[in-house]
């Protein structure tokens, strides 16, 4: 029998792409998206993309999700992959007995009754019927574009209003039971029969990861409660494993945009609105961990946006404690805040999308928002106070299954945790200094003032942004050096904002570009709307002279390399050069030897060691085989 959609959909959710088809390939970070070499056909120049839900070679024209990449690359028939990973993944498959295959086949029929439900609510507004409910997404200051974009409606004030649109369509009150959308009367009334779900409500359509709607969600008009009223749990519909607007911040998230999980309805579509494409909520429930999982499925590090009062406090800790169990190396969280009991929607509403960007530039990592949150409003002052503070830090990073990972949480926490204690002890006062006599030291009092001056303290993230800067100038300013260093940028770990616009449309550029000059090069960064991020990197402060554009090519690339290995770090340097030196004994290229050289010559730099010792190693390693 063919297996229900919900279950491989979820399936597939609970595949990572990257690490299925990294089994067969080396695949590489390219923006959003990872890249390597076909494993269908033999090819030496990459392209074969990786996304979060399938694959595509456009060499050979492969394609498919995971199901079908173990089917064509192990020989396996449909079932026998979907067995495999299921078991990878965690799941049971569903057995083939009369009942599942009924379930099927009315899943089916349900997405159709959805959609016909849908395109009836939509009518409705339109109607003089809807024409208050029309006003009301107006007042909230809703376009018609983006009440279309979200499919919009009206429920109708009548009972039976759903049922009577949807007669002639063969749709039956039996199957809008099923699909959510009438429910049995009490059984205590003598009428008996069914009723709607949504009577005199403004109506969302929930839709899954595909886009199909599944659900519905109301609002009603006025002062009555309650206020919004999702659908029931059917067949299509679970609301622990769905988000509102998943289907839209999938796309938002391909095309660079944050992903945000935000409280409603209203909230998502006013962000969406806005510009922030990749806005999400949960259905009227705390965040569960199957929509963690689909997060992470469209973004490694989405923004959890809270109220900035108690009941948002709680709500941040209660899911910081829920992701830590499932953090990895590449995934995790970031937690904002909206301080003045505001809230997305009237965000925007008073302070435009610049509002709202702040909020998510202002976003702290999980590791850093983690420490406020066990600390609390009252940091422990006591003794015994700090002791139990350390314990519930060290008890937090215990439960990350990732052992590295683990271990970085604690000494993050940890650090921190040692740097409150210091700044907490009695500040150093020192005597008054002697007053010598006016003339070689200056008047009495004056050693005083200098001596009570501080340094500023140092800024690593404005510092790491600066660097990064500098590395995108130089590109810009000397494209023609990226084919070289196009394996190398992709893989490292930009600070979010105009940094990965700037990368994004710098690897998209690449393939398509005719010739690899500056001035092509910005052109098309106008175009695609990120003059203001280009603007931004070669602003003449702060510069370093490889971002000249009169720089010699050596240069501009030497200085690219310096900042790489900044931003890479040691241990990362590290495993690139172990991988580059894999790749270089097995293959003894002439492009692999380059890498190596420079990945050698990054991480000697970086230590500060000799910078002729990577051509001697080097051309040992070139003798290998």
Known sequence: MALPPAFLDELRARTPLPGLIGRKTRLVRNGRQWKGCCPFHNEKTPSFYVYDDHFHCFGCGAHGDAISFVMQTEGAAFPEAVERLASEAGLEVPKATPQAAERERRAKDLYGVCAAAEAAFRRRLALPEGREALAYLRRRGLREATIAQFGLGWSGEGRGALAADLKGEGITPEQLVAAGLMKPRDPDRPEGGVVDMFFNRVIFPIRDRRGRTISFGGRILGDGQPKYVNGPETELFSKRRSLYGLDLAREGAFRGGTVVVVEGYMDVIALHQAGFAGAVAPLGTALTAEQLEALWSVSPEPVLCFDGDAAGAKAAARSAELALPLLAPDRSLRLASIEGGEDPDTLVAKGGPAAFQAVLDAAKPLSVALFDLLAGPNPPATPEQRAGFRNRLEEAARTIPDKALAAEYKRSLLDRFFAAGRSQRPAFKPRAPWAPAKGKWGRPGELASIAGLQRPPIDPAAIRQERARNLLAILLRHPAILPEVEEALGVLDLPQGEAIALRAALLGWLPVADVLDSQGLMDHLRQAGLESAAAWAVRTAGLCKAADPEAQPKDALDGWWHFFALLRGE???????????????????????????????????????????????????????
């Open 571 to 625: 241990a990362e340097l590290v495993e690139d050069l172990a991988e580059a030196q894999r790749v270089l004994v097995e293959t003894n290229d002439p492009v692999a030897q380059q890498r190596y050289i420079r990945l050698l010559e990054a991480r000697n730099a970086l230590r500060g060691g000799d910078g002729d010792q990577p051509v001697d190693e080097t051309a040992r390693m070139g003798s290998i085989g």
